[in-house]
Antibody, heavy 121, light 109 residues
């Protein structure tokens, strides 16, 4: 079964750090773009970051540039999101998503169940 | 940056056809993807590359894209289709290339 399982969420104080993980199974992880997408309580989906199959290309939404780092370990079938200098507005459910890509664009065909990050004092 | 505009809400009676639009500048030149999200659940891809359906998605779901508007059409709407729907594109000209629309709440009357 194709599956993505996120972990690492929790409560953190403003200015703190957190590292999210996403464990992939049931498919060849190294063949796919991977992404993080978040959803603040009661709000819509917001893309956070993408990473190419070999990690050679990474993209971030402006609001997290310089604070968040996306990475992957293809040997461990795992995706990560290192989040530093966290702010209240980073509070959200964070989803890991698999990307299917062709030259016209990227779609997310498999999603994890999400992990909640709460930034509050 | 590229902006996608969706109506906040659409209402439809059971058995009728729902159409959810996604507006963007020359969106017809891009590939549009659609996601369904029910309360408390992760999003599910229902249409990709404008009009393709992933396996397991009913034929009642279809998509089109032309000019400045992409449309998700749900035929013979069922109570179980009530959900939030999001469109998404890849803006290749941007260094933050993934864009989601604001979402549309589909209410089945």
């Amino acid at each position: 079964e194709v599956q993505l399982v996120e972990s690492g969420g929790g409560l953190v104080q403003p200015g703190g750090s957190l590292r999210l993980s996403c464990a992939a199974s049931g498919f060849t992880f190294s063949s796919y773009w991977m992404s993080w997408v978040r959803q603040a309580p009661g709000k819509g989906l917001e893309w956070v970051a993408n990473i190419k199959q070999d990690g050679s290309e990474k993209y971030y939404v402006d609001s997290v540039k310089g604070r968040f780092t996306i990475s992957r370990d293809n040997a461990k079938n795992s995706l990560y999101l290192q989040m530093n200098s966290l702010r209240a507005e980073d509070t959200a459910v964070y989803y890991c998503a698999r990307g299917i890509y062709d030259p016209t664009g990227l779609a997310f065909d498999i999603w994890g169940q999400g992990t909640m990050v709460t930034v509050s004092s | 940056s590229y902006v996608l505009t969706q109506p906040p809400s659409v209402s439809v009676a059971p058995g009728k056809t729902a159409r959810i639009t996604c507006g963007g500048n020359n969106i017809g030149s891009k590939s549009v993807h659609w996601y369904q999200q029910k309360p408390g659940q992760a999003p599910v891809l229902v249409i990709y590359y404008d009009s393709d359906r992933p396996s397991g998605i009913p034929e009642r779901f279809s998509g089109s894209n032309s000019g400045n508007t992409a449309t998700l059409t749900i035929s013979r709407v069922e109570a179980g289709d009530e959900a939030d729907y999001y469109c998404q594109v890849w803006d290749s000209s941007s260094d933050h290339p993934v864009v989601f629309g604001g979402g549309t709440k589909l209410t089945v009357l």
